[in-house]
């Protein structure tokens, strides 16, 4: 998908990466900015990466939160049960922090390595697993774009409801980071995790007048990245949101860890009573100029 430049519109959220424990704490946060006044789903354009290509699926599809409180104690949606493999993930990271290696190399190289270790089996698993829990197959009419990347030729992508490609694929291909997941089929390629594109790829919001960015590693990666984005998108209005120390200890120390799915959802739900007071006022007005000028939504 190509973004055109100049585009003016309201409201963009851009929901970041975060793995298992992060993917719960948002929608934690969301479901009580909801309680608050603040949904997040009236965003005119969601960016989805990994932990927030589900989140942004939920929210944009309509989706009830309050049932990923304690998923694995209910029908339906799940956890992934796939184990992390430490040493892939860890040969993954090791080639991200080679200095002056280019971006495009460093995808590349961690795309052999995501197709090196790779199952059939445990991609079909994602993909039930993704389908679950997000709770739809059919993409919104709400804008809603994830992010991707070829695992082949490391070239990012991009997907929303035109691009033929069918959500839970879309959600599962942006949440799958080498080492904890597959590599998704798509179209007969294979995709692996958005964040290797650029974080949280809030660049992608561009034209946006206000801009939420909800970023669950935002205590764990350095922001130089992110203001870099945020100074391309120029929003005259930006509302960050990085986990709050309560959160952070609810995290644990494996982002991938199941047993801390429950209390980061809780943290988040926690973190939205303050977090509604900062959002209110900025989503609101927004909304009310949207509809006297008339801007277009996406």
């Known amino acids: ?14 929901l970041g990466p975060g793995g298992l424990v992060g993917t719960a704490w948002m929608a934690g946060l969301a479901a009580g900015l909801r309680r608050g006044g603040v949904d997040l789903g009236e965003a005119d354009l ?18 009830d939160l309050d049932r990923l409180a304690a998923p694995a104690r209910r029908p339906g949606p ?15 990271f090791a080639v991200l922090g080679e200095e002056g290696l280019d971006p495009g190399e460093a995808r590349r190289r961690v795309g052999r390595i995501a197709l090196d270790h790779a199952g059939s089996d445990d991609e079909r698993a994602l993909l039930a697993a993704r389908g679950a829990l997000i709770g739809s197959t059919t993409w919104p009419d709400r804008q809603l774009m994830l992010t991707a990347v070829d695992a082949a030729t490391g070239e990012p992508v991009v997907w929303d409801r035109t691009s033929g490609v069918p959500l839970v694929h879309a959600v599962a291909a942006s949440s799958a980071f080498p080492g904890a997941e597959p590599p ?11 964040a290797l594109r650029a974080g949280t790829n809030a660049d992608l919001a561009a034209g946006a007048h206000t801009l939420v960015v909800v970023e669950p590693l935002a205590h764990v990666f350095p922001r130089e990245q992110l203001e870099q984005q945020l100074a391309a998108v120029g929003a005259r209005a930006v509302v960050t ?9 609810a995290f644990g120390s494996d982002l991938q860890d199941r047993a801390n799915w429950e ?8 973190q939205a ?3 509604v007071e900062r959002l209110r006022p900025v989503w609101k007005a927004e909304a009310e100029a949207a509809a006297e000028a008339h801007w277009p939504t996406r």
Not at 78 to 92: H, I
Not at 263 to 270: E, F, H, M
């Open 78 to 92: 799940a956890a992934p049960r796939r184990e992390v493999d430490a040493a892939v993930m860890g040969s993954v």
């Open 1 to 14: 998908m190509h973004l055109g430049t100049g585009a003016t519109f309201g409201r963009a959220l851009v």
């Open 273 to 275: 009573t303050a977090t």
């Open 184 to 194: 998704v089929a798509v179209q007969g390629r294979r995709y692996m995790d958005g």
């Open 46 to 63: 969601t960016i989805g990466t990994s932990a927030g290509a589900i989140v942004g699926a939920l929210l944009a599809t309509g989706q």
């Open 241 to 249: 949101v990085g986990p709050d120390p309560d959160a952070v200890r």
């Open 263 to 270: 209390p980061a959802y809780r943290a988040g739900l926690g």
